[in-house]
């Protein structure tokens, strides 16, 4: 009730904004946006100011995986799905975890390769889980939600090419894991969205293996900490520029984030890349980065589309069932995904 009062009482202190009068001295109009963060988007950040929750860039590596692990225990779980294993499969380096999350019904399906968030420090092969559900039912594909090596243990270039090796290993196993050999798309939020298009990028150079399409949902692709976005946006919507700042110091050297490697966007070469859809949301500093990879990828020719989210956050698309004005955008990646590989779209879920 309260929110409610708060924002009636700013309607009608802006000249009842969003009303239409008529009557004895004329017609009047007073057309505008109320507020442009979505009311549920509003309703977490003022939940985690109650709340008390500390910034993660004040905390340890330690201290910061911990509090996100924690917080995973209160999300929703997200849609239930046909089977739910985890795995191992060989990385650049090593055995890399992964959760494989596979439709009902029967197979075989496509593959769609999932990098998580966590700005290459935090999170693993579980920690987007609602989301990698969501995919799953939306799309009809098998996700593989892959763990890679983090940041600060293990510095840049190692969650790129931990990311490269798992989509070559799974592209080799795709038949066992019950996908569709041939088909085989790759999708990441944030860092994860970063490690997805440099993927993109390498399995071209190297001639394979062939990727049917790319969905960057709120992805890194830049180091400009300078962009329009990261101003408007510096605090107050969750991802924080100092925390982004935090999140390169642990990943990668300055000389270093100059490079295609770490900063997609600054590719020589953006030609002959997979389909993309690029999603950016309004109240997140790595929109105009996202934006501008987008316009880049088109630019070179490549199948690329911007989906651009009004009054949405970084965290918006990964929260199933919480954020749930974000769920029409969830909606357009599995219609995406499917478009990839070719498949009717499936019955409408909600969250």
């Known amino acids: 009730v309260d929110r409610y009062r708060k924002t009636c009482d700013e309607v009608v202190s802006r000249g009842y904004l969003g009303f239409a009068f008529d009557g004895p001295s004329g017609a009047r109009c007073s057309d505008g946006v109320i507020r442009r963060v979505q009311p549920d988007v509003a309703i977490v950040l003022e939940a985690i100011e109650e709340l008390g929750v500390p910034a993660l860039d004040t905390l340890s590596v330690e201290e910061a995986r911990a509090l996100m692990v924690a917080m995973a225990t209160e999300r929703p779980p997200g849609p239930q799905v046909g089977e739910v294993v985890d795995a191992e499969l060989q990385g650049a380096a090593g055995p890399l975890a992964y959760r494989l999350y596979r439709p009902a019904g029967a197979g075989p399906q496509p593959i769609v390769v999932y990098f998580h968030g966590g ?5 693993g092969r579980d920690s ?19 763990d890679y090596r983090h940041a600060p243990e293990s ?19 795709a038949e066992a894991l019950g996908g569709r050999p041939g088909q085989l798309a790759v999708c990441g939020w944030s860092a994860g969205g970063n490690i997805a298009a440099v993927v993109c990028q390498l399995a071209r150079d190297a001639g394979g293996p062939r990727i049917a399409g790319q969905v960057l949902v709120t992805p890194v692709t830049d180091c400009d900490f300078t962009r329009e976005s990261y101003v408007a946006n510096a605090e107050g919507y969750g991802l924080t520029a100092s925390l982004m700042r935090w999140f390169w110091d642990h990943y990668a050297d300055p000389a270093d984030r100059q490079r295609p490697k770490a900063s997609p966007l600054r590719a020589a070469d953006l030609s002959n890349l997979p389909p993309a859809l690029v999603v950016t949301c309004e109240f997140d500093p790595l929109r105009d980065e996202g ?11 490549v199948d690329a589309r911007h989906l651009p989210c009004r009054g949405q956050m970084h965290t918006s698309l990964p929260s199933v069932d919480v954020i749930l004005s974000a769920a029409a955008a969830r909606a357009e990646i599995g219609t995406a995904l499917r478009r990839f590989f070719g498949v009717s779209a499936p019955a409408a879920i909600e969250s």
């Open 155 to 173: 510095r840049f270039p190692a969650a790129v090419d931990d990311g490269f090796a798992a989509v070559r290993w799974i592209a080799a196993h």
């Open 119 to 123: 700005g290459w420090v935090l999170g």
């Open 291 to 301: 934006a501008a990879y987008a316009a880049a990828l088109a630019a070179a020719g």
């Open 128 to 146: 987007d889980d609602p989301f990698c559900r969501d995919l799953c039912v939306r799309s009809g594909a098998v996700i593989v939600s892959v």
